[in-house]
């Protein structure tokens, strides 16, 4: 009996003569429960793909980026990461309160190595968890349900340039988003936002994107 795959997946294993192939990988790779290779794995990443579902049943991805454990192995069956400012939408994390079923995807490019976990998700608002993580919105945790890591066949090679100026630090006062010092969105701001623009300063569109196509950090 598989949990990796239905109907749709043995008809197209059948298709190309894969089914064996296809039950040794899953045998061997997928598991259930995050060994200590997956967790140091996991716990180094300072990215990954995060899948969830929307209010109409559409997949939908998003990047969730910090420094290296920010996505924390509670224990074999459980993790957490935070869900830090963004841009209103809390898109992934509405679709998370409607549907818990997510899928992460980390990788590594400079090695390369890539890791794929399923898991039931559920978004926290208060408690020990929120403790875990600097100036986290919300964190969620993860029930896991399958692990397994893929070839990284087709994983291009990159070399880490620069850690992300927004990431949350203890250490040191976290800089305002460019784009919210956009010129007619301080009307949305919140009231701290709104503070810290009239602190630094309007800017137009055309000049944020002009750092955006530039690759200017100041974007």
Known sequence: MSRLYGPQHRALQDEFESRSMADR????????????TARAFI?????FFLSSIDHNGRPTVSYKGGDP????VLDANTL???SYDGNGMFYSMGNITANPEIGCLFIDFERPFRL???GRAEVVKSGALMGLFNEAELVVKVAVSDVWMNCPRYVHRYKKEAASRYVPRAEKETPLCEWKRIQ????????HELAAVEKAGQISEEEWMGH???????A
């Open 69 to 72: 454990g920010f996505v924390r």
């Open 43 to 47: 716990e180094s990443r300072d990215m």
């Open 212 to 218: 955006v196509f530039a690759g200017d950090d100041k």
């Open 116 to 118: 794929r976990l399923q």
């Open 184 to 191: 007619g969105l301080e009307d949305v701001l919140r009231p």
């Open 80 to 82: 957490a990461f935070p």
């Open 25 to 36: 990988v899953e045998a061997i790779a997928a598991k259930a429960e995050v060994d200590d």
